[in-house]
Nanobody
Framework: QVQLVESGGGLVQAGGSLRLSCAAS????????MAWFRQAPGKEREFVAA???????????DYADSVKGRFTVSREDAKNTAFLQMSSLKPEDTAVYYC???????????????????WGQGTQVTVSS
């Protein structure tokens, strides 16, 4: 049974930094895409960043425009763990952040909720102004 557990959320002042972690268990995830989404109150869940598995056995990163240059996604496959380093945080980054894992399937573009098969329970990030 696949489980994803996020950690590292909290309260931070604008301009500060946080590092989120996602520990995955129940499978070997080296060939899966691991991603981060977020959901603010009253809004839909939105794509933040992904560490995308490629057929040449490498991974490349993709980011939402709103976080480019401020957030960095990474993964440590030996530990089945993904990370989201968030810097220069803004109040509009306040949301519940979710880790997601997607199997490599044809046609997936990795920026949609439907591209992912497993989800964590989320961790709250609050940025005060």
């Amino acid at each position: 049974q696949v489980q994803l557990v996020e950690s590292g959320g909290g309260l931070v002042q604008a301009g500060g930094s946080l590092r989120l972690s996602c520990a995955a268990s129940g499978h070997t995830f080296s060939t899966y895409t691991m991603a981060w989404f977020r959901q603010a109150p009253g809004k839909e869940r939105e794509f933040v960043a992904a560490a995308i598995w490629s057929t040449d056995s490498t991974h490349f990163a993709d980011y939402a425009d709103s976080v480019k240059g401020r957030f960095t996604v990474s993964r440590e496959d030996a530990k089945n763990t993904a990370f989201l380093q968030m810097s220069s945080l803004k109040p509009e980054d306040t949301a519940v952040y979710y880790c997601a894992v997607g199997l490599p399937r044809y046609g997936r573009r990795w920026a949609m909720v439907g591209d992912y098969d497993y989800w964590g329970q989320g961790t709250q990030v609050t940025v005060s102004s």
